[in-house]
């Protein structure tokens, strides 16, 4: 877990994970149902007892960052993909946290869209890797860790400079969308197909990349 913790401003952010998750301990009355889920159309549709509730922001950031600790720990070439795995952590935690803040903030009688809040947070995250994936190189621990990728250099880092300038790109429209647009289908399709593509084109790329590199060359 030490190689994790030192990501930039993880500390910070688990530490205004913890204040948010006992700020709502204290000023949310104990009786009150929070909501954990949200529908396509933006309305809470499952809710938990407060205790419960505010512990599935914490748990899950404690879960996912363990399990990234865990995977660089035995990960061929772990250094290779740092950038990419110290993005990622941040990325996370600063995602479990907003999601715990809004929590708080609805348990609190404020009216907060999480629908939107997590759709803008997504696509600030994509921004975040989309901006590091260019600086990774070859290994077995973060990334698109395709066999094409894997086994020639070139193809790597050409299919993570395409890869990450469209996380960029469709980082910043999921972040518009969401101050734009209205919780819904089509927010809730514009958020998949903002990860959903960025991955998809790049895996595609790098097959055709690989294939024209193995087709032999015409004297």
């Known amino acids: 877990m030490t190689s994790v913790l030192r990501a930039p401003l993880v500390i910070p952010l688990a530490a ?3 204040a948010a998750t006992c700020a709502g301990y204290l000023m949310i009355p104990t009786d009150t149902e929070l909501p954990i889920h ?5 309305d809470a549709d499952l809710f ?3 205790d419960r509730a505010l512990l599935l922001a914490p748990i899950g950031a404690t879960v996912v960052l363990a399990l990234m600790a865990l995977a660089r720990r ?3 070439a772990r250094q ?6 110290a993005a990622t952590s941040t ?4 995602l479990f946290t907003t999601i715990q803040t809004v929590i708080v903030l609805i348990g609190l009688g404020i009216d907060v869209s999480m629908v939107r809040v997590i759709a803008f947070a ?3 995250l994509s921004i975040i890797i989309g901006n590091v994936m260019p600086k990774s190189q070859p290994n077995g621990f973060a990334g698109l860790r395709l066999p094409w990728t894997l086994a020639d250099p070139s193809n790597w880092v050409a299919t993570h400079r395409l890869t990450g300038r469209l996380m960029l790109t469709s980082g910043t429209v999921l972040m518009l969308a969401a101050l734009m647009l209205n919780a819904g289908p089509l927010l809730a399709v514009v958020t998949i197909a903002a990860f959903v593509l960025p991955f998809g084109v790049g895996s595609l790329y790098s097959y055709i990349f690989s294939r024209r590199r193995a ?3 015409r004297r």
Do not use: E, I, K, T
């Open 16 to 18: 205004f994970l913890a």
């Open 38 to 42: 949200w529908g396509v159309d933006g």
């Open 48 to 50: 938990w007892p407060r």
């Open 74 to 76: 035995f990960a061929p």
């Open 80 to 85: 290779a993909g740092r950038h990419v795995a």
């Open 91 to 94: 990325g996370m935690l600063a």
């Open 122 to 124: 997504m696509g600030l």
């Open 215 to 217: 087709r032999p060359s």
